[in-house]
């Protein structure tokens, strides 16, 4: 690994998964000098977002989040960078920012919200189990606490998965925007799907991440890997339904729904 120091930083990728995170923890792990730590998912969905909420975020798992939160403030003791790449934190990250002795930064990674529903889909997100003793792997719930868009409720047993798929991307973006808009503009770096491998918008990420490191050539793209098959039909018509996300993506420039 390329050898250097910058300023120690904390950093946090926010996402709703399925849009490059694990291609950016590799690209990120392979460029960032020794005194950093990449990580992805280090403990995955024990996060419990649907559980725990901004303002409350130790509902559940308590002491996983505590030890998590404690191995984090070990590194910033000891003037280590820390990156983590994974989604299920995006409920967290306000917390963190408050429990932290420095700044967090924040990689804002989104894609299209149709292209989000669809590769969830093929992990079989909202998707009624073959046997009925098996859970739904239900990624958030307009119900939940402090949910944003709990309009939804009235609508929720009549929605399909992919519409469900649709209301968790936006249920994410709310969030983005709500932390947006308190989170310092130097600390906050948003980066589309689309130029996740765009060499010059990497650089600008490497300088974002107070390194000086030359990322060099990209010899490697995302590759959605579903690693199965989408258990519905899928009508990406039914995003017209939801006007409240369609602005949502407009706003991102996601507007090819529209028409």
Known sequence: ?????????????????????????????????????ASHEPINFDYAPTDNSPS????????????????????????????????????????????????????????????????????????????????????????????????????????????????YWAEVQAQAARYKTVWSTENWFELPFHQLTDQCVLQDLMGFLDTDVEIGNIDAVPRDRFQGIEQDVVDETLIRRHPDILQEAEKLGYSSYFS
């Open 1 to 37: 690994m390329i050898q250097g120091m910058g300023k120690m930083s904390v950093v946090f990728v926010l996402s709703t998964g399925r849009c490059g995170t694990q291609w950016l923890h590799q690209f990120l792990n392979s460029r960032l000098p020794d005194s950093w730590e």
């Open 56 to 167: 409350q975020p130790l509902n559940k798992n308590p002491q996983k989040l505590l030890n998590h939160l404690a191995y984090i403030q070990n590194r910033v003791k000891n003037h280590q960078s820390y990156v983590e790449c994974g989604f299920p934190c995006w409920r967290h990250l306000g917390w963190f920012s408050e429990e932290l002795d420095c700044p967090v930064k924040i990689i804002y990674l989104h894609r299209d919200p149709v292209q989000v529903s669809r590769s969830w889909l093929k992990q079989n997100a909202f998707v009624q189990p073959i046997l009925p003793h098996l859970g739904i792997k239900e990624l958030f719930h307009p119900a939940a606490p402090e949910a944003q868009l709990t309009h939804y409720q009235n609508s929720w047993r009549g929605l399909t998965s992919f519409e469900k798929g649709l209301y």
